[in-house]
């Protein structure tokens, strides 16, 4: 309903589908607003996940290359900070209407490297852009605070952007994630060098394209790649003052702890193992197309996936008619028309979940529908894994402690609310929760006893649009979620507080002696 197509002016050859790419260009650093290939030694094949055959090579950029993108950035904050917040904000319109005109380009690069459908991929770059529209309201959500504190005095409290910033991103969301902050960084006055994700960059490179074609100066957007040594220059990199993370607990729990060691801020929202109550009270269809919706799209392989069907009473009874909807969805190359879900990220991956499916029945769990081994004809070397089902699993096992990241929906079932609200409080992920009732008082009930950061009720995926926060619990963000993605503390995450107090007395109002006591204002 949201899309459009591109317009003319975004007519650009790029991929629409997997056929193998005779010869793949290099993924290029973007220093001082332009592309600039890398002197690497060490490179990374990428390779389309529906084919593995390879679509280009990321360098693990120099340290000269690390260290040029943070002088750019430095350099360019200079001016940048003190440009005004209406010169900025036109800038962002302008990136707005690119990233509109570009859409399908942008999800384009998402299908051939991330592997999720187009449509998917749409709605990646939509869920992104949305954050960039809401930055152009900067304007109002930047005012501060005024208060007279006595006579003839006012103190007065407003944000100042920190400087260089940097983030770090996940292969999920290719789109999105860059543009929780990019948009938000730089309309505040910071400027940013950004790692995308070394499995799939290439809509960041259409981003940083883009971002030079609305007007950004140079140095306020770099683009650098790599891996771990990547990410430990930013964490060691004293001139970067605050740093945006979103991925596993592994790497992100690291991340935070180091970068915060080095005094900087860091904001992390980590990984996710996302419930959902099923009450039999519920609007059952509704309920069973959502829970095979959110199992299911992007290949499980969203943050906000539901992994995790907590049955209350007898709802138990209705996971085969979830596997019947899941069995109807068409797992294809990410181009193809009709394609529900693709392939996952790797072979690792495959490997990984499908190890994982493997321990579930190892440990005593039923396989109601089991994805493994399935392939569709037209692409037999991508890493497919079809909608997976596991029922009567219990907590002890591991399919239910890990995230498994997967189009794999793992089934848990109790007598009452009260169970359910205990199972899912005891998981240590705290990151989404879903309740399928009909009933008002209890849906309150759970939505006020339950710890997770997002909560839906009757909706399956709640992520919050760019008004509010993506807010985190438990161990699916770093720092007890002091610190969230985009709305007011995105804004605060970017910006540093400043508080002034003034006194403008007239002469014969001062007294001539000196006084030595605190204030008291009276
Ligand atoms: P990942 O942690 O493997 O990678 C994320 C980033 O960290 C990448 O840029 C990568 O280069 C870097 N990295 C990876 N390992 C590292 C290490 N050992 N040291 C330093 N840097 C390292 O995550 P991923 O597989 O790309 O993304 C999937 C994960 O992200 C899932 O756990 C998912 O739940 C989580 N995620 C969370 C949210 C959220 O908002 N909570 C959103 C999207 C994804």
Known sequence: RHLQPASAAAAQSYPVSHDRIES??????????????????TWLDLH?????????????STDAELVAAVDSAEKAFQSWKNTSLLYRQQIMFKYVALIRENWDRLAASITLEQGKTVADAKGDVLRGLQVAETACGITTQMTGE??????DMETRSYREPLGVTAAICPFNFPAMIPLWSIPIATVTGNTIVLKPSER????CMILAELA???????????IVHGS??????ILDEP?????SFVGSNKAGEYIFSRASANGKRCQANLGAKNHAAVLPDCNKNHALNAIAGAAFGAAGQRCMALSTLVMIGETKDWVPEIAERAKALKMDGGFEEGADLGPVISPDAKKRIEELIASAEEEGATILLDGRGKTPEKYPNGNWVAPTIIANVKPHMKCYREEIFGPVLVCLNVETLDDAIELINANEYGNGTAIFTRSGST????????????????????????????TGNKKSVAGGGASTFYGKPGLQFYTQQKTVTSLWRSEDAVANKATVNMPTHS
């Open 24 to 41: 793949p260009a290099n993924t290029q650093n973007f220093l001082d607003n332009k592309f600039v290939e890398s002197k690497a030694t």
């Open 48 to 60: 389309d996940p529906a084919t593995n055959n390879l679509v280009t090579r990321v360098p693990q």
């Open 146 to 151: 005024v208060l007279e504190v006595a006579k």
């Open 200 to 203: 799939d960059p290439g809509a």
């Open 212 to 222: 030079e074609k609305a007007g950004f100066p140079p140095g306020v957007v770099n």
């Open 228 to 233: 771990a040594k990547t990410v430990d220059f």
């Open 239 to 243: 001139r970067i003052k605050a740093v």
């Open 443 to 470: 849906a309150a009930k759970f939505q006020k006893e339950i710890e997770a950061g997002q909560v839906g009720i009757n909706v399956p995926i709640p992520v919050p649009l760019p008004m509010f926060s993506f």
